[in-house]
């Protein structure tokens, strides 16, 4: 398939990109080095599905994926088993059972203060969020008009792009959880985390006891570790 001038200059921009770039920036950019009156974002966002139509066509390990409301180049799914095959050797990360929880009810709670992230998980969560705002996937979104106005916590824009998302209404809904949650293949998963999470626990029991100033919820060492969509960007 032959690609216009727009194609190529969406296509080269967003894999020069370490970011979402957004249809708006790319129409920008087209028109200050072109001179020419800017694309609309519905021209952009149509040359960005010719774009993966042909790659789609001619068989490419390519994709251009709309996360953060922005583009960004990523791997098909099918060729995710080779581009893990190259990283073995790194550091593969996930977030703990701890941050997990506690990203979830900031997702769907936000915008939401750390004693009500605390009453849902029943344990203090200072560590997990500080963690997670570490990891530039929680940020202080303000001040609750609660009594002693406490900060306000939501997700960013790095958090959708680390979970393939392109808004917060592309998360699950309640039913949908649910689902997964009764679906047989995902007992099997859960089975091996909690072997998993047993085995972490006989090797920290036999190194020794805790520091004192270990943190004050359940988080574990791997509350260090960040997360995975499961593609390549490129």
Same mark, same amino acid.
């Given at each position: 398939m032959k690609t216009n001038p727009l194609q190529r200059a969406a296509e080269s921009i967003i894999f020069a990109a370490e970011a979402p770039? *957004? *249809?708006?920036? +790319? !129409?920008? +950019? &087209? !028109?200050? &080095?072109?001179?020419?009156? *800017?694309s609309s974002v519905e021209e952009v966002r149509a040359a960005v599905d010719d774009l993966n139509a042909s790659y789609e066509a001619d068989g490419r390990a390519l994709r251009i994926e709309q996360w953060a409301e922005g583009y960004r180049m990523a791997t098909a799914e099918d060729v995710a088993p080779f581009v893990n095959a190259y990283y073995v050797g790194e550091q593969r990360t996930t977030l703990s059972r701890s941050l997990m929880e506690t990203i979830a009810i900031v997702a769907y709670r936000q915008p939401v203060t750390r004693p009500e992230v605390d009453f849902v998980r029943g344990v203090n969560s200072d560590y997990a969020l500080r963690r997670l705002m570490e990891l530039d996937l929680v940020d202080v979104q303000g001040r609750s008009d609660a009594v002693g106005r406490p900060l306000l916590y939501g997700t960013t824009d790095? $958090?959708?792009?680390? $979970?393939g998302l392109n808004d917060l209404g592309d998360l699950p809904t309640i039913r949908e959880v649910r689902e997964i949650l009764d679906d047989p293949s995902f007992d099997e998963e859960r089975a091996k985390l909690l072997q998993l999470d047993a085995e972490a626990a006989v090797a920290a029991s036999a190194s020794g006891p805790a520091s004192d100033d270990a943190p004050t919820d359940d988080a574990r060492p791997d509350d260090d570790r960040s997360t995975s969509n499961g593609t390549a960007n490129a």
């Open positions: 770039v *957004p *249809p708006e920036q +790319i !129409a920008e +950019i &087209v !028109a200050e &080095v072109t001179g020419r009156p *800017p790095h $958090f959708l792009e680390e $979970f």
